[in-house]
């Protein structure tokens, strides 16, 4: 029998919050750029990468996932 593996991750650190954009539109700062490319990076080297990502909508958690994802292929 196969052994499951559910990751949860939370989105990396964001930009403070602006009153000119929903909390939704927030992206990620730099330290949050880096640190979900590393994310991905010690993801790959401990073999648990995806089958499926499953995320929020907001532009944060994508950011976060297609920054991750990019270093873990």
Known sequence: MTTKTLLILRHAKS???D????????????????DALYMGKLIR???????????????????????GQRMSI
Not at 19 to 34: A, H, I, M, W
């Open 45 to 67: 080297s401990k073999d648990l990468v995806p089958d499926l990502i499953i995320s929020s909508s907001a532009i944060r958690a994508k950011m976060t996932g297609d920054s």
């Open 15 to 17: 930009r403070p919050k």
């Open 19 to 34: 009153p000119n954009l929903s909390d939704y539109e927030r992206t990620l700062d730099k330290l949050g750029v880096d």
